[in-house]
């Protein structure tokens, strides 16, 4: 059986993991939209018998967004302006990957002290 201060820890820590993952959500939620989209540097060669490119590494780099749909690589080239927004939505989405993980974590964490609540044991991070 829990001590009644025991069992008041671990319901605040409920309650600060709970509004810890209600913000985790409102981010997860601005971040719709967002896809997972390689992106690639490449140089490329323009098939005219006179240009250096043809004896050399030839033009660029040129950035690509690498998407496969239906088991096939598909290349979009990203013009010169877009490229600092390529990248900026490439590190939202992989913190929006990192808040998901976050997300389920705190799904776990949740899941266990409510269980440990039920059961009237303690829950290893209730500090007893």
């Not at 896809?35 to 240009?51: E, I, M, N, P």
């Not at 913190?95 to 290893?124: D, T």
Request: contains cysteine; proline residues 4%; positive net charge.
């Amino acid at each position: 059986m829990q001590k009644p201060e025991q069992l008041s820890k671990q319901r605040q820590q409920v309650s600060q993991r709970l509004r810890h993952r209600a913000l985790l959500e409102r981010e997860l939620f601005q971040g719709q939209g967002l896809d997972g989209a390689r992106l690639v540097s490449q140089r490329r060669r323009c098939g005219k018998a006179s240009c250096a490119c043809q004896d050399g590494q030839g033009h660029g780099p040129y950035l690509y967004r690498v998407k496969v749909s239906a088991g096939k690589r598909r290349l979009q080239y990203i013009p010169a302006p877009l490229v600092a927004a390529a990248f900026q939505a490439r590190q939202a989405y992989a913190a929006h990957q990192a808040n998901l993980v976050k997300y389920a974590m705190l799904n776990r964490e949740i899941e266990s002290l409510f269980k440990a609540i039920a059961s009237g044991e303690s829950h290893p991070g209730s500090g007893s």
